[in-house]
């Protein structure tokens, strides 16, 4: 992988450049209030590479909150349209870990019957990447994420150096072409100098037992009291799963507008830790209990998803616990409380 240099303001610059040909959106990390949020730039001064944690994670660009698939006349079979609408955007400043979760959402999309809803999307998407720089109190990616998870979807990886430079890893052709004319130099940095200013911010928090070990963990404690304790001070209000980034689940509405003339089917961001999630035909319901729901989420992260896709259901972001009005939802405090109360 070739590495090149540019000085943070000529990047800055660059990225100017680039939204004033207007061949993407550009698209980064802007602050709001005290937060900050993935937005669409107008101007590259709005552009802050220098933060902890987004609200949300960068996949409401693959999988709106909200999203057409089919419109149609009512009553007339042959009406049904379907709609993928898309356009081509550039993600810039996505933190490593939120990549490690675009491949995991890329397998879940692309498996079995391809969703071209999703794939579209992803596929007009260039992703340069990012390592933080700022300490994330719920943060734990380093114990759960392998370290070629992110550049399996990364074109570029950006690396704060402490002369006011960014190194920036090239990872695809697709990359290499986007970068072309910034002014990027050689680096002249050696591995080690990389190596340490990728690894700058150390998280605070560990999964309490090796990432591998979790499948058959979790199966020996299917029923340990940590669900019904944890169920128990649950208000299944969804945020946890609202702002993961590898929660993908959905589900689909038809809505007819007021004359009666046109409808669309969308599908909407749904989650397995609302009350009604798992109500099916004939009003009953397979996680009815809140314990149950806390159990299932958990199970999914550290059973499901790594033995499907050999890689670990969550990526450690610790949006979850930070949104978590009950403070219970962060996956370290549920392994924590399992290996203080064995
Ligand atoms: S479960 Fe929590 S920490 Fe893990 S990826 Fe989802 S939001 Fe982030
Ligand atoms: S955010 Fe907390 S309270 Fe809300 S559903 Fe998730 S675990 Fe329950």
Redesign the pocket.
Same mark, same amino acid.
């Given at each position: 992988m070739d590495i090149v240099k540019i000085p943070e303001n000529d990047f800055y610059k660059f990225v100017d450049k680039k939204i004033a040909e207007k061949s993407s959106r550009i698209i980064s990390v802007v602050r709001k209030g005290t937060k900050f949020v993935f937005d669409e730039l107008d101007s590259a001064s709005r552009m802050c590479l220098d933060y902890d944690v987004t609200i949300l994670p960068p996949k409401k660009y693959f999988q709106p909150q909200k999203e057409t698939l089919l419109r149609f006349v009512p009553k007339q079979a042959d009406s049904y349209e379907a709609v993928n609408e898309f356009e081509p955007i550039t993600l810039i400043g996505v933190h490593y870990y939120d990549l490690a979760?675009i491949y995991l959402m890329d397998r879940a999309f692309s498996e079995g019957k391809k969703d071209e809803n999703y794939l579209k999307k992803r596929n007009n998407a260039l992703l340069i990447g990012l390592y933080p720089t700022h300490f994330f109190k719920y943060r734990f990616s380093s114990s759960v994420i392998k370290g070629e998870q992110p550049y399996k979807v990364a074109d570029l990886m950006l690396i704060h150096m402490d002369d006011g430079h960014f190194a920036l890893e090239i990872v695809t052709e697709k990359g290499r072409a986007y970068i072309e004319g910034a002014g990027c130099k050689k680096s002249d940095y050696t591995l080690k100098e990389i190596e340490d200013a990728k690894n700058r911010i150390k998280d605070d928090q560990r999964l309490p037992i090796p990432v591998e070990l979790t499948p058959d963990y979790l199966m020996k404690n299917h029923d340990h009291p940590v669900w019904e304790v944890f169920g128990e001070k649950c208000y299944s209000c969804g945020s #946890?799963v609202f702002?993961?980034?590898?929660?993908y689940c959905f589900d689909m509405k038809d809505e007819i507008d007021l004359t009666l003339k046109s409808g669309e089917r969308t599908r909407n961001w749904d989650g397995c830790m609302l009350e009604n999630f798992a109500v099916c035909a004939g009003g009953h319901n397979f996680r009815g209990k809140r314990a149950a729901r806390f159990r299932h989420r958990i199970f999914r992260?550290g059973v499901n998803l790594p033995l499907k896709y050999h890689y670990w259901g969550?990526?450690? #972001?610790?949006?979850?616990a930070d949104a978590c009005t009950s403070s219970i939802a962060?996956?370290v405090k549920v392994f924590k409380y399992i290996e203080e109360n064995k």
């Open positions: 979760a #946890c702002v993961c980034p590898t929660c992260k969550c990526v450690g #972001c610790g949006r979850c962060g996956p």
